[in-house]
């Protein structure tokens, strides 16, 4: 209901043009309420859920859900569910949020309680605007007319109070402010009480990683909130809480929204500090960062959450990896071979390196006695190559974090695919199959985890107990899956080399199912070993030493292609196919007879049978003959009857036909046993 001022009450201040009184910044007390009401019930923050686009309401307020369909991956608890976000159509808001990507806010929750415990007062409650007191009067929005309400003591208590009756709206606008006693009073006395909301919200915004004011506040599935250049770092290490240990399930961080209603309250209450800080991250940013500046091991193909075995041998790595442990930071780049001289995006036209790599860090580091170091390293990500130098013999890069894109535009992406053929939704790297895209996510795993099955049955070599010692079982998790199976498939590396610039789960086991059922196709598990090698690079044979899992080996890999999938199955497309021109794959490559490959491979092998032969009969003869001397053999029967003449032993002899002498006594003694005076 619209009213008239009061004759008898003189407008105070209009907030709304004047910074609040403790230099903040804002406007208006209305505002400090407005940051922790919920937006649908206008109530202050009650059990507050954080929404995957990074706005909040009240349990009770969330939108009715409904079933989703299409939609297998990932399975986890809520996720069968979605509703329509009250922000659908807002910027950085898809529309629909799946139950399970919703999450408890606890430091919101926290900082919901310290405004009730300060402002929620027993007398503050309203009135009709009569007698004396302090008046607030606002508009709903521009359309609506003004009201009113008469507070006892301070705005600041009133107004909340207001709020928390659902009387005051949370979009009000044209707030007034009208006084009916001192102005110096009430001002006092909402300037103690914003301090002491200052004062305890302070202490409930530090980072419970870095320990400083949250900078960029991001709130993880489990509901805690931290930085998120912290959470970064963390999902370096590991994919858990620091706080709770639960699972994160944050691929791409970059693409996860901030907690808005933190990041409103820190930038109202902690302007100046909040800027201070970003100016000291800025700094930071631009100093020595060994993610940014990457050192280079240019050797094999590795993958995220798999291990890696090296043997390093020469002086450039030796130098790097030492370098690498003293920095205390573990971590360096490996890429591999540019073996077929592909042309590449940005600075690395002529690299001799690929663009994608993994992001290493160093599990256990062994140093031999001539220098030499086995190296155990886990994958921790991706990185992209955008730049690269060249430092005492080692390359070093300049690097971009390679990200899996968000859970829902996961499950977008399966229900497209699945609903239609999917042809438009492909990413270009990637060929279209039809009865792969027609296929749910956890059909693909489905269909390359039953491969691996049979193959295990019939004694795939490639699939033996030491390797699956080393690489782990067969993960049960689609998003690990996919690096498993490349990292123990014995298939050439630019086979495996679109994989890692894959973004997409989904697009991932489509190419590992693919790659069973080529294989299974041509029973390649029994099929002799000459259809991997098949053509030689002009740079000859590279060789490298590594350290496996399996044994000190000398690994050589023919040609610049390495063992790949049998003549008939088509090479998978890379994104970066398409600038190499009018090349084709046989350009480079010189051709050999397939007889000479085998021929030398078992010409080799049974060199090493006879070596090891060799080996063996001389080692048992000196086996025996160390054992003659330790036991001598007994004479023989002629000559004992030519010694004792009767074919007893004579005196000076024992049974075995050793030679004794007598001692003081007249006992017969050994020779070789000393005798006793």
Known sequence: ??????????????????????????????????????????????????????????????????????????????????????????????????????????????????????????????????????????????????????????????????????????????????????????????????????????????????????????????????????????????DLCPICRRKLGMPRIQAEPINKTISRLIDYFFLDQIAARREIVAQDETGPDYEKNLPLFVCTLSFPTMPTFLHVFEPRYRLMIRRVIENGNGKFGMVMYNRRGRLQLGHLDDAPFMQYGTLLMIERYELLPDGRSLVVATGVSRFKITDSVMLDGYYVAKTERVEDIPLAEEERLEALETSSNGEDVLPESIPS????????????????????????????PWLHPRVMLAYGPIPVDAARFPWWFASILPISEEEKYPILSATSVRERLKVSAKWARQLEARDWSTRPLSGFFTSLSPNGFTAFSSFTPLSFSISISFGGSGLSIPETTPQISHEHDQHRGTETPEQGEAHIPQVFVIGAFFAIFFAQVGVNFLHAVRNGRRRRRLLEMQFPHPLPQRERVRVGGTGEPPDNTNARGEPVADDTDGQPVPVNTPVVE
Not at 37 to 57: A, E, F, I
Not at 435 to 454: C, Y
Request: net charge negative.
């Open 1 to 238: 209901m619209a009213e008239s001022p009061s004759p008898h009450l003189e407008p105070e201040v209009d907030l709304t043009e004047m910074s609040d009184p403790t230099d903040m910044g804002h406007a208006g007390l209305h505002t400090i309420i407005q940051l922790i009401q919920c937006k649908q019930c206008s109530r202050p923050l009650r059990t507050p859920l954080r929404l995957p686009c990074g706005n909040t309401v009240c349990r009770e307020c969330l939108p009715p859900s409904r079933m989703r369909t299409g939609i297998t991956y990932p399975v986890a608890e809520g996720r069968d569910q979605e509703f329509t976000c009250p922000w659908k159509g807002t910027e950085g808001c898809i529309g629909d949020h799946c139950i399970g990507d919703c999450s408890a806010d606890v430091l919101l929750a926290k900082l919901a309680g310290v405004f009730e415990q300060l402002l929620a007062g027993a007398n503050n409650a309203p009135r009709e605007c009569q007698g004396d007191g302090n008046l607030v009067r606002w508009r709903a929005d521009e359309t609506h007319d003004f009201e009113s309400a008469q507070l006892e003591r301070g705005y600041l208590e009133g107004i909340y109070r207001l709020a928390s009756e659902g009387s005051f709206p949370c979009a009000a606008t044209d707030v007034i402010y009208e006084t009916n006693g001192p102005v110096g009073t009430t001002n006092t006395q909402d300037l103690v009480q914003q301090q002491n909301l200052q004062d305890n919200l302070r202490a409930e915004l530090d980072c419970q990683v870095c320990y400083a004011l949250l900078l960029d506040p991001m709130t993880t599935a489990c509901g805690h909130t931290f930085c998120q250049r912290c959470v970064e770092r963390v999902l370096d290490h590991a």
């Open 433 to 460: 199959d039809p009865e792969l895209d027609s296929m749910s996510t956890q059909q693909l795993l489905l269909t390359a985890r039953e491969f691996i099955s049979n193959q295990r049955r019939s004694g795939a």
